[in-house]
């Protein structure tokens, strides 16, 4: 498995809108096992993403997806930061869909 | 929701046994939407683990389960440092099991 945790800063009021950009683009990835977006609640401006997938490679294929390809010049004029907080090797989970790569 | 990021860094050699009582501690807790624990791939000592809850109170109650009071004591030795990286409120999720609390 291969997995990423990443803090989004994004421009004042710009939360909600780049919220629904990334749940329309994650909605749908092959190999994707996990994907949680978090709003902090002590940083209006910061969401978190948690992601699980299969391998590194189906990961890196997303974004070549049309969903992805269409959703990134939308997000990206919102952002002010993309940290990568880790990039980790998932072992073990509750809540690792049984989806596979096609 | 409610959701918390960590990492959490071991004693040299002591991960594959902290992996293994995080596992058997958080495979049944109430309102446990998601826990992935994962490696880090370039720190040997660190896990990371993501949690997203139904609510606080749920994340609160484990800490009562028999599971977790009896695992607690025996993964604290083998911890150097657990830090809380993100407290979060999920909002949206692929992977966010259906279970909710009793």
């Not at 994004?10 to 978090?38: H, N, T, V």
Request: with cysteine; net charge negative; aromatic share 6%.
């Amino acid at each position: 498995m291969w997995g990423m945790i990443a803090k989004i800063t994004c421009f004042p009021g710009k939360r909600s809108q780049l919220l629904e950009i990334l749940k329309q683009a994650a909605a749908d990835m092959p190999g994707c096992l996990s994907y949680i977006i978090a709003e902090s609640p002590d940083e209006d401006n910061v969401l978190w993403v948690s992601e699980a997938w299969d391998s590194q490679t189906s990961h890196d294929a997303s974004l070549s997806l049309p969903g992805v390809r269409e959703a990134l010049p939308r997000a990206r004029p919102l952002i002010v930061e993309f940290e990568r907080i880790a990039v980790t090797d998932p072992v073990w989970g509750i809540g690792l869909s049984a989806k596979t790569a096609s």
